[in-house]
């Protein structure tokens, strides 16, 4: 399908241009002639079945998986491409990739961080093909607990790409597993990522519910339409190990400290006291007089509470309370705790083909394994600062598509059904239900309304509260403001 106008339009406004420089194409050009995927120093692992899992569309195959059953516990075997091997501080590609910091993703548009010979092709873990990889070894007890890990650089060999939905429906008696020789693996994945997952909930960590959606471009002109993305079994446990990964990589690095090596860690603060404070106060203002099972026990921490919240509107609202709760996130060159994955330490391993800091990482990694490398005394914070800025980059392209989507969707329909998610600063914050948009009401523009505390008021009479559905209407598009009117229905 052409990517439609707008949305190239948005990217050119933003400053991001889908094509690479003449002199990255070249480079990666000449490394496609000369792959080096015979290099001795690489360890031989194309004898274990590797596959990957990712959406059916994916073809920038980061991360290979094997596991198998060892003991009462398993030992994972999770190759990463080894992106670092290509792009070297010195060259364009680097350089190029500090630039834009990562890929960006808007619908039916892809701006790559690296040409797509390499992404799709040489680095890219293919099935079929030798490839060159970062693998990891990680040992775990029978409740899903490291016990040892190894990192090595390997030659690996995939024997299929196979897709979440397709592995889960194999996995639930449906279908066929799409790689005989990977189903043993692939059900000890299961037994894996259902043992780590529970691991996780006893270090409390916090799991949000949210709904998840993509914006896919559907049809000339423009037309995004908000597609609920639901994640199956199959996807949490492929994430799990790439938890895994992520956080047994940063404690090497943290626990073996080396003048030539600089790492870069991704950080998540707790949450302050006093926000945590304020979200029992909220979260017991939602739920009064509503079903008791609802309440926030004391003594009971929040990750276990936010795991027996009952799927509805209720916890919809409260999972959004959470999150604004929670610390600040980033990137920093020296090993701190990321309260989300409830880790001591975290780095990102597992995206070197779309994240700058993945490549810079494997680089670190490899040399610390080495035992020598070259000291970069200015990259290590120029690749931190690079990744600040994709980040925030990627959410105003978040932002301004979501809104192309509501654009187009107030302009055609004026009744909408909506969880109210929070009150603050005189908005009310919505989720539509079909599709699941985010929006906001001004309440300046309901002037007979009150806020008292998570209530909506009338005459002082309360008609809606965080967490009900609600109606609401759309009246007009304020231009002055170039925001839209809702009002309540």
Not at 46 to 68: G, R
Request: aromatic share 6%; proline share 6%; glycine share 8%.
């Amino acid at each position: 399908m052409t990517t439609p106008t707008l949305v190239l339009e948005l990217a050119d406004r933003l400053g991001l241009d889908p094509r690479l420089p003449d002199a990255c194409l070249s480079e990666a050009d000449a490394l496609a002639r000369s792959p080096d995927i015979d290099d001795p120093g690489l360890d031989d692992l194309t004898e274990l079945p590797f596959v990957t899992i990712d959406e059916p569309h994916s073809k920038d195959l980061d991360q290979a998986l094997f596991v198998e059953r060892s003991g009462s516990g398993w030992t994972a075997w999770y190759a990463i491409a080894d992106a670092a091997h290509f792009v070297h501080p010195d060259s364009a590609l680097f350089a190029e990739a500090l630039r834009r910091g990562a890929t960006f993703y808007l619908p039916g548009l892809v701006v790559p961080m690296l040409p797509r010979v390499l992404c799709e092709d040489l680095v890219s873990i293919n099935p079929g093909v030798d490839r060159r990889a970062l693998v990891f070894r990680m040992d775990l007890d029978e409740h899903g607990t490291t016990t040892a890990t190894s990192i090595r650089r390997a030659r690996v060999h995939s024997r299929g790409k196979l897709n979440y939905d397709g592995v889960q429906a194999w996995l639930d008696g449906r279908g066929e597993s799409g790689c005989s020789a990977a189903e043993d693996s692939l059900r000890a994945l299961g037994g894996m990522g259902l043992a780590r997952m529970t691991e996780a909930e006893s270090r409390d960590v916090v799991r949000v519910h949210r709904r998840e959606k993509d914006l896919v471009v559907d049809g000339k002109p423009l037309v995004v339409r908000a597609v609920e993305d639901p994640r199956n079994d199959v996807e949490r446990f492929n994430e799990q190990l790439s938890l895994l990964a992520n956080i047994e990589g940063a404690r090497m690095l943290a626990n073996n400290p080396a003048p030539h090596v600089q790492p870069v860690y991704r950080t998540h603060e707790p949450p302050a006291d006093q926000r945590m404070w304020r979200l029992k106060k909220r979260v017991k203002q939602i739920v009064r007089g509503r079903d008791p099972e609802l309440a926030w026990q004391k003594g009971e921490s929040l990750a276990r509470y936010m795991r027996r919240l009952p799927p509805g509107p209720v916890r919809q609202a409260i999972s959004r309370q959470a999150m604004r709760a929670g610390g600040r996130s980033g990137f920093a060159g020296e090993p701190a705790p990321h309260h989300g994955v409830g880790a001591d330490v975290y780095a990102r391993f597992t995206a070197p083909m779309r994240e700058v800091v993945g490549v810079f990482v494997h680089k670190e990694m490899w040399e610390l394994l080495a035992g020598s490398g070259r000291v970069d005394p200015d990259v290590q914070g120029q690749v931190i600062e690079s990744a600040r800025r994709a980040r925030s980059l990627q959410r105003k392209i978040d932002g301004a598509c979501e809104r192309f989507a509501l654009d187009q969707l107030f302009a055609s329909r004026t009744r909408f059904s909506a969880v109210l998610l929070g009150i603050d600063d005189g908005k009310a914050y919505l989720c539509l239900d079909d599709p699941p948009l985010d929006a906001k009401l001004y309440l300046r523009d309901e002037p007979d309304v009150r806020v008292h505390g998570v209530e909506l008021q009338r005459n002082g009479t309360t008609f809606a509260r965080v967490g009900d559905v609600i109606d609401v209407r759309v009246d007009d598009l304020d231009t002055e403001r170039n925001r839209w009117r809702l009002s309540l229905a």
